[in-house]
Structures are given as C-alpha cells and as structure tokens.
C-alpha cells in the first residue's frame, strides 16, 4: 500500500506542477518507470485544465493475464481512493448549504437508493455515510445495498472491534 501510495503522491505532485510546465511530458517520462517499480499492470492519468481535460494517456494492461489494453471505457477499481474525495466535496456543499448533512440521504435522492424496502433507510444521513455509521457494509455482493444495522446505532469503532472477533 506504501508504495502505491508514493506512487500517487509523485503523480499528484507532477500534476499540481501548474499548467506552465510540461506536465504531460514529464508524466509520459516518468509514470512506466513508477508502474515497474510498484508493479502497477495499468492505469489512466488526465490532467485537466480548468473546465476540461487537456491530457488524458493509457498506460499498462487493463488485466495482466490477458494482456488487454486500456481503453477509454475500462473500469478501475479505486477503492478507498473516492472517500476523501467524496468527504471533500459533501463538506464543501455543507459549507454552501446545499447539503444539510443530517437531513435523510433519500430526500435528495427521492428514493431508498438501492437497499431494496429497507425501512432503516431513511435513517441514512450524509453525517452517518461519512463517519460510517450509516449501517453499509464495508464491500457489496449483490445488486441490493443491505443495511446491516439501524443506522447511527454503532460508530466504526465497534464494527471494526466485532469483525476482529
């Protein structure tokens, strides 16, 4: 994890570098050797300009076992990647007052989302998806969203200590 973690920091650096410099060089140059070293199959890298991306390169396979390219329509797996991104921009409409965050998730959305007739749904606040305590597994298998328990009725303190036991 460290080291996919350098990895980004180098790649969030050479973007931050400003629309002066080469970036796109510099990143073309640059990125293969860091995909060796941590050994990344693939990846995609924008660099956008304000209003639009002005750079957009496929570097790598989308599957090392078969070896097929990366298109403009693979789909990457970020992770853990998207919360602080998602934290960042929920706060910054909370600061706006365009999102009340413990206003009912479905009041904006207009629907249980997809957890299905899951009345405990309307117990899910943006405050409650952000501190995980909105009930939400850690993973989803199915096409249905399960709310695990009443939501805001443990904090991820005790759902961390009951899936260690």
């Known amino acids: 994890m460290i080291r996919y973690l ?12 400003g629309a002066q410099s080469p970036v796109p060089a510099k990143l073309s140059a640059r990125i293969p050797a ?3 070293r941590d050994r990344i199959p693939g990846l995609t890298v924008a660099y956008i300009e304000p209003g639009k991306p002005v750079w957009v390169r496929h570097f790598g396979v989308a599957a090392k076992g078969t070896g097929a390219p990366i298109t403009d329509s693979t789909r990457f797996e970020a992770a853990s990647l998207t919360k602080v991104v998602t934290a960042y921009v929920a706060l910054l ?3 706006s007052r365009e999102l ?7 009041d904006y959305l207009g629907n249980n989302y997809e957890t299905g007739d899951d009345p405990r749904f309307a117990g899910v ?7 995980h305590s909105a009930g939400f597994p850690n ?3 199915d096409s249905l969203l399960p ?4 939501p805001g009725e ?9 899936v260690a036991r």
Not at 125 to 131: A, D, E, F, I, N
Not at 147 to 150: G, H, K, M, P, S
């Open 125 to 131: 606040t943006g405050r409650r998806v952000l501190s």
């Open 147 to 150: 709310i695990l328990f009443t």
């Open 154 to 162: 443990k904090g991820p303190c005790e759902l961390y200590s009951s």
């Open 139 to 141: 993973w989803r298998s």
């Open 34 to 36: 860091l995909m060796q």
């Open 100 to 106: 009340d965050l413990d206003k009912p998730l479905r």
């Open 93 to 95: 409409l909370a600061g």
């Open 6 to 17: 350098s990895t980004l920091c180098c790649l969030f650096a050479a973007l931050a570098a």
